[in-house]
Each structure stands twice: as structure tokens, then as C-alpha cells.
């Protein structure tokens, strides 16, 4: 059973969990430091340097609160509800590649745990699963406020990935290929103008703002946290969580937040590459440096040198999430409707049918 | 292996489906059709066609489904005293037939396809790009008509579910009732 | 060894009777509807392992446009519930008798 393949696809698979699963920490510290820096203030700085253990105390504070199960509520579904877009947000990981084709111990490889044709397909349809954590925890609180978050939810998720989809299915359109390797590579060998590389964001920055905008609302962040808005429903679908299942809710929200700023990041940004550097070259120097020459081989350094660059795009998104979320106040529930419907679906098609234009004319 | 995959599937997709047309609580009967879909969108894996399980998923379970949850949510269906009728003659009656139904079609399917075997499928046939190409080539007809018949769904949907009369308003304009009929309408779409 | 093509079949004629009964029996129409795409599935179901059987990708575009078809009725059926629910509270079918009288 332990082929040179699966071990190569296991390895992936902890190198993405141990990634996702310190987002939750990192981004908790984060949205308490940087919004206090962007007011003025200090945030909190007294555990440890920067205030950095904030998030283990944090952590410590979720698991010792009582596990309360409301009066009336659906036991099961209660129970069941934060796994549900807990695991659908930890499975798309899958089909993001973080490098270019390695040879390990001589078997050659691509960087992504599943090398298939039908990538972005399975990426849209897990990630639509996410959806019934929040609705399912609306229903089963058998409280009033959980279920408007639930039915918001719900109504919000399944508008918004129309466009998220449309705008997503234009960025494919140039490479001609639903395998995101194959949508980074274009992105890597042509060049436009001769000299800028043809990431998407140059040739389709109207795409970009779509996706953009759509995933703040696919992932409930402000200014469209609508199923949880704190000012209207108390705190929306999780009104009657807490303690660690609680937890379950944050960590799956930052980790969609963190794997559609991974897909954001291949599909617009280059995914794992750096202009002018080739992947390669970099892992082999990574591999020569004096400590570590002795653990890795050049591929193990392409794939550290390609996994840190995908990751450092991803953080960026991620300080964008937040600096959003502290800069726009939150929309009306009609205004969001009218916006997804009115706005953002016909933009997205304009979009899409401009790029498929131009790429029948040839022009990309 | 496949024999095992393929009983797991087939015992998932039983017997959830057993529980989506006899559980009281609208909710769980939906939520058990998720797990039947899933669990044939894993079927259509093993007939080999990867493409179509993850359609299945996206579309039935990502937005049919989920539609349905929030139409249960917004009308606030309650849990049912029966699960069934309770006209018991109508119960047995139905019962009866299914019965009935099933042992024919399986009789039929057992005469016609008892002996049958997988025909050689080259991998190319259930790639993206054949199936591509065939629905923009010989299926484009069809195609296009679907895309009119969502178009009409939509327009139908977001008519019928306008608040009031909707023969009489012009402007419809609650604030929720846009916002109703747009979702009502997205599984139209998407 | 792969399943016998047949297996397929018999499991999708179970999981449309099971639909069948629960379409003819439910009250509530949410519940009716719910049996209706079992029905629909079983029927995807043998259409996916027929194009199997014949080497022929037709069975799989008839699934593509059967998916499509479902989305339709499920955005009109479900605008239809709402609007009946606005004008009679309720969706339990047996107290939708208004054509009997």
C-alpha cells in the first residue's frame, strides 16, 4: 500500500494541515494586533513577545468552558453542526498545487495532493458544503436568532457562489485547463508586454474584484457577516455555542478564509511562483544551505520554497480580510441581496463572456 | 475492494434514502437525501464518471439542497405527528405497489443485463474535454434549451414568490420580498 | 474484480420504489418533493451504468441536462410553496383540498 505516490501524497497532506490548522492561532493573534495598530491603539501585548501567546490563552479558554446543549434544541444536529463546515473547509486543500513537478529519491511527482483534470470542480463542489454547518447550527439552537442566521446563511452562500463560480470559471478560461497546475504554469510562461508576467489580475481585474467581493461573503466576513451579525441577531448561527465547538466554528471560518485566499492567490497571483525565479533553482539552493543540506534534497526544497511563497500570498489576503473587515461597515440584508444579484452576477457574466472573447480572438 | 466500496455505498444510500421518506422532521429527511446523493455521487465515481459526481455534489447538494433547507426555515415546516398518511389503506395500497414495482423492474433489469460487463472505455471518453466537446458539439441543441429553460425557471420563480398579488403589483417592494425570490431563484441558476 | 453492471441497477430500482412510496404517502409537500429527486436520482443512476454498459456517453449527457432540469423545478416548486404557504399557512397537502370542493 505505502507507494513512493502515497507516501508523497501523505507527506502533502501533513504539510496542508499543520499549514491550515495554524491559521486559526496566527489569525486570532493577528485580528486583535493589527486593527489596534491601524486605530491607534496597542492591543494585546502582555503574553509573551508581541503578546503572541495571546492565542495559546485563548485556545486554553475554549477548551475549559462547559460544553451546554440548549433546552429544546436538536441534540444530534447541534452536535453534528460545527464538524460539518469544520471538515468541508479542511478538504479543499486538495487540489491546490504548491510547486512545479519534483523528483524525490527518483520518483517524479507534481506538488498537489490530487493531480486531476476535474480539480476546480472539486474544489466548488466541497466548498459547497460548507454552507450546511451554518445552516444546520441555525435550525438545531432552537433559538430565534440562530435560525435567521441559519436562513441568511443559507440564502447568502448559494447566491454569492454564483458568482464566485462565474468569475473563477473566466480565470480558467486563459490556460484552458481546470487543473490549477496547469492555470499556474500558463501564468508562469507567458509574459505580457514583454515583460510583466501574465498573472490574471493583469488581464482580468475585474474578475478579481468579483471573487474578491464574493468570497468575503462566501466565508460571512464583514462588511457581509450578515448570518452573524452581532448588532441585529446577538451572534447569528452560533448564538448558543460555546466553549470548543465554538472553536470549531472560528477554525473552520478561518480556514475557508485561508484556502479561497490560497485559490485567489493561484488563480490571480501566480499561485506558488516569483517572477524571475525559477522554483527549481531556488529549491536546489534552499537544499545547499549549509544546516540543512544533509536532511533535504532539491525537490523537498522546491516544494518548502513553493509551499512558503503560496503561503505568504495567502497572508497577505488574509491581512486584506481583516483590514476590510475594520475599514467597511456592514451591509443590509437587501443591500446584499440586490448587490449579488443585481451587480456582481451580471458583471461576472460580462466578464466571462469578455474573456471568452478575447480568447477566441486570440488575444490571450 | 470495489465489491466492498460499491455494498457500502449501496447500504449508505438505502438506507438513508429509507429515512428521508419516513423521518417526521423535514430537516433530517434533507439532510439524509444529502447523504443518499453523496453517496451516488460516490457510485457515479465508481461507473467512472468523476465528472458527474462532482456536478451532483455542487449542484443538488451545494444549492438544490440547501434551497430546500431554507424554504423549510422560512415557512417554519414543523415536525410531523406521521411520518405518512394516515390513511392506512393508502399506506398499505402504496406499499404494495412499490413492492410490486420493484420486483418487476429488478425481474427486468436481472433478464437484461444479468450477464452484462462494462464495455472498454478508452480514458480519453471521460475527460473533461470529450465531454466537453460533446456537449458543444452534438448535444448543443439541448444546450442551449436548457439555458432558456433556466432562464424561464427563474422568471417563473421569482414571479410566483412575489409578495401579494403578483398579478396586480408592480413594484413589489417589501423589503424581503426580493431577497426571497432571488434565492428561491438561484437554484435555477447555478 | 469490478460489480456487476446489474448490482447498479437493482440498487437504483430499489431507491426509486423507496421514493415512489414516499411520494404517494407523505403529507407535507416538502416531504413529496424530497422523494421526487430520490426518484430522479435512481433514475441518474441507471442512466450513468447503461452508458457504461454501451460504451456510449450519451446516458452521462442525459444526467447533465436531468441535473439542470431538477435546479428548474426545484426554483419554480419551491416559489410555488412559498406562495402557497402566504395564502393558506400551510403546505400539508391534505388540507390543500380547495380543487375538490
Known amino acids: 500500500m505505502l507507494t513512493p505516490t502515497v507516501v508523497a501524497a501523505l507527506a502533502m497532506t501533513g504539510l496542508w494541515l499543520f499549514a491550515l490548522i495554524n491559521v486559526t492561532p496566527i489569525m486570532l493573534w493577528l485580528e486583535r494586533r493589527a486593527p489596534a495598530f491601524m486605530q491607534d491603539r496597542l492591543g494585546p501585548n502582555r503574553l509573551g513577545p508581541l503578546g503572541l501567546f495571546q492565542a495559546i490563552a485563548d485556545v486554553l479558554k ?35 498545487p504548491f510547486g512545479p513537478e519534483v523528483t524525490v529519491a527518483g520518483h517524479t511527482f507534481p506538488l498537489v495532493v490530487i493531480d486531476t483534470d476535474a480539480g476546480m470542480l472539486m474544489f466548488l463542489a466541497l466548498s459547497s458544503l460548507g454552507v450546511y454547518g451554518l445552516v444546520l447550527a441555525g435550525y438545531s439552537s432552537n433559538s430565534k436568532w440562530s435560525l435567521m442566521g441559519g436562513i441568511r446563511a443559507s440564502a447568502q452562500m448559494v447566491s454569492y457562489e454564483l458568482a464566485l463560480t462565474i468569475s473563477v470559471l473566466a480565470a480558467l478560461v486563459p490556460s484552458g485547463s481546470l487543473n490549477l497546475s496547469r492555470v499556474v504554469e500558463h501564468q508562469i510562461h507567458q509574459h505580457l508586454l514583454g515583460f510583466l508576467p501574465a498573472w490574471n489580475i493583469f488581464t482580468q481585474p475585474l474578475g478579481f474584484l468579483i471573487f474578491l467581493v464574493a468570497a468575503f461573503a462566501e466565508t460571512n466576513r464583514l462588511p457581509f457577516d450578515l448570518p452573524e451579525a452581532e448588532s441585529e441577531l446577538v451572534a447569528g448561527y452560533h448564538t448558543e455555542y460555546g466553549g470548543l465547538r465554538m472553536a470549531l466554528f472560528y477554525m473552520g471560518e478561518y480556514q475557508s478564509m485561508a484556502i479561497l485566499s490560497a485559490l485567489g492567490a493561484t488563480l490571480y497571483f501566480g499561485g506558488w511562483s516569483v517572477p524571475m525565479i525559477d522554483a527549481n533553482a531556488a529549491g536546489a539552493w534552499i537544499a545547499s544551505l549549509p544546516l540543512v543540506s544533509a536532511v533535504l534534497s532539491p525537490g523537498i526544497g522546491t516544494a518548502l520554497f513553493g509551499f512558503s511563497v503560496l503561503m505568504v500570498k495567502t497572508y497577505t489576503f488574509l491581512f486584506v480580510f481583516i483590514w476590510v473587515r475594520w475599514t467597511f461597515p456592514r451591509f443590509r440584508y437587501d443591500q446584499l441581496m440586490r448587490l449579488g444579484w443585481k451587480i456582481l452576477l451580471p458583471l461576472a457574466l460580462l466578464n466571462f463572456v469578455a474573456v471568452a472573447a478575447l480568447a477566441v480572438a486570440g488575444k490571450i | 475492494m470495489l465489491v466492498a466500496v460499491f455494498a457500502t455505498l449501496a447500504v449508505i444510500a438505502i438506507v438513508s434514502a429509507i429515512v428521508v421518506v419516513l423521518h417526521r422532521n423535514p430537516v433530517f429527511s434533507t439532510m439524509s437525501l444529502v447523504v443518499t446523493l453523496v453517496s451516488t455521487a460516490g457510485l457515479f465515481v465508481l461507473l467512472g464518471s468523476p465528472f458527474l459526481a ?47 414495482l420493484a420486483g418487476a423492474v429488478i425481474r427486468l433489469f436481472w433478464a437484461a443485463y444479468s450477464g452484462a460487463t462494462f464495455a472498454p472505455q478508452n480514458p480519453e471518453s471521460s475527460s473533461l474535454v470529450t465531454i466537453a466537446r460533446e456537449l458543444f458539439g452534438a448535444y448543443i441543441l439541448p444546450f442551449e434549451m436548457i439555458g432558456l429553460l433556466l432562464l424561464v425557471a427563474v422568471v417563473a420563480a421569482s414571479w410566483v414568490a412575489q409578495k401579494g398579488d403578483p398579478a396586480k403589483s408592480d413594484t413589489p417592494e417589501a423589503p424581503d420580498a426580493p431577497a426571497a425570490a432571488s434565492s428561491v431563484a438561484s437554484g435555477g441558476k447555478s | 474484480m469490478t460489480v456487476p453492471i446489474v448490482w447498479y441497477l437493482i440498487l437504483a430500482a430499489v431507491l426509486f420504489c423507496i421514493g415512489a412510496f414516499g411520494a404517494l404517502t407523505r403529507r407535507s409537500g416538502i416531504a413529496i418533493f424530497l422523494s421526487i429527486e430520490l426518484m430522479l436520482n435512481a433514475a441518474n443512476l441507471t442512466l450513468v451504468a447503461y452508458s457504461r454498459v454501451h460504451g456510449d456517453s450519451a446516458g452521462q449527457m442525459f444526467v447533465f441536462f436531468a441535473l439542470a432540469v431538477a435546479a428548474a423545478e426545484a426554483a419554480v416548486g419551491l416559489g410555488l410553496f412559498i406562495s402557497i404557504y402566504r395564502l393558506r399557512h400551510t403546505i400539508d397537502i391534505n388540507r390543500l383540498n380547495r380543487l375538490r370542493w
Do not use: H
Open chain 1, 62 to 96: 475554549f477548551i475549559f468552558k462547559e460544553d451546554v446543549n440548549p433546552a429544546g434544541s436538536d441534540r444530534l444536529l447541534f452536535m453534528l453542526a460545527p464538524t460539518v463546515g469544520f471538515v468541508a473547509s479542511l478538504l479543499t486543500y486538495l487540489v491546490v
Open chain 2, 54 to 100: 462532482a456536478l451532483q455534489i455542487l449542484l443538488y447538494t451545494g444549492a438544490i439542497l440547501v434551497l430546500f433547507l431554507f424554504v423549510i426555515m422560512l415557512l417554519n415546516v414543523q415536525r410531523e405527528r406521521t411520518a405518512v398518511t394516515r390513511a392506512s389503506g393508502m399506506v398499505i395500497a402504496a406499499g404494495i405497489c412499490a413492492v410490486v
